[in-house]
């Protein structure tokens, strides 16, 4: 909103201070506004669940709280972007209401409000952006038809909400995940000189991230919980859609795909089609590399973002 009220050439100021506000803001309210959260109960089924039991859990709330409001204050706010912020923030409350819930919400109703966002994305991006998709590292367009473009972007809103929200079990690793994959989304961007002030919000939640991880850093104070990972795989979908390369998301989230996604496929087949798959491998991933290959947590968090950051730089560099 303030863009609006300053000359082009005041820009860079702004945003400067925009980023800034956006990390010291999220520092000081996990530091001081922790009083409201859940304390986590533990998650019985996880590698080591029990040395996150006790801690102030869906600190999401506040850093997606901080977001929100500098990308209001200081980023380009269009009717598109308005929707999206709410989509962002409903996938947050929706997350913040299962971390505060004694019972832990079923699969079904976190599912149908998945869904829910997913097609309301789906909705808005195709009210405002053509139905033509770039491949990066092919340097060709294709058009498809609305329909089919439609459930391609609910697919890959629902399985980066929930990929996202499956690999939040180690400290930092979420976070910093989410950071290599939006920062890779908006070089991209940059590189293909499509690039806009939608673009500057990816620079704006990663700030409030680096607060996050300022206290989420092994040991951990606090945890992010769903109303952070599910608003972080949302956001992630829309940056990747508005980058105009949709496609780049099986590179640049790769990892979460793999360590969420497995996991996801891996009992969606035993469930529903009765096969069995990975059946000597735990899952999310992250529980297997510690459990059976003996990483310990930071070696984890570096081995994956590590993995995640070779990734990046072949897809920067190849994208044209």
Not at 260 to 287: E, F, Q, S
């Amino acid at each position: 909103m303030i863009a609006y009220l300053m000359n082009l050439t005041e820009y860079n100021l702004l945003f400067f201070i925009g980023i800034l506000a956006a990390f010291a803001g999220t520092c000081v309210l996990l530091k001081t506004c922790t009083g409201i959260l859940p304390r986590d109960q533990g998650r019985a089924f996880a590698v080591e669940g029990q040395l996150s039991q006790g801690k102030p859990r869906g600190a999401g709330f506040w850093f997606v709280i901080v977001f929100l409001a500098a990308a209001l204050l200081f980023g380009a706010v269009t009717r598109e972007v308005v929707i999206y912020l709410i989509l962002v923030a409903a996938a947050m409350m929706t997350g913040f209401l299962d971390d505060c819930s004694e019972k832990p919400w079923g699969e079904l109703k976190k599912g149908l409000f998945d869904l829910a966002i997913a097609v309301m994305t789906a909705v808005t991006f195709l009210n405002f952006n053509p139905n033509t998709i770039h491949f990066a590292l092919l340097g060709t367009d294709i058009t498809l038809p609305v329909w089919l473009y439609g459930i391609l972007i609910v697919v890959l809103v629902w399985a980066a909400i929930n990929v996202t929200n499956c690999s939040d079990g180690v400290d930092g690793l979420s976070g910093t995940l989410g950071i290599v994959t939006l920062m890779t989304i908006y070089m991209v961007s940059q590189k293909l000189g499509g690039a806009n002030e939608d673009m500057y919000l990816v620079l704006l939640f990663c700030a409030c991230i680096l607060g996050y991880l300022w206290f989420n850093a092994t040991p951990s104070k606090l945890l992010m919980g769903d109303a952070g990972s599910r608003a972080m795989g949302v956001f992630i979908a829309i940056m990747t859609l508005k980058s105009g390369c949709p496609v780049l998301y099986l590179l640049t989230g790769f990892v979460f795909i793999m360590d969420g996604g497995l996991g996801l496929v891996k009992v969606a087949l035993l469930r529903y089609l009765k096969i069995r798959i990975l059946a000597n491998t735990k899952t999310p991933l992250h529980d297997h590399v510690r459990k059976v290959w003996g990483w310990s947590n930071t070696q984890t968090v570096y081995r994956f973002v590590i993995v995640q950051i070779v990734i990046a730089v072949a897809v920067v560099y190849l994208a044209r």
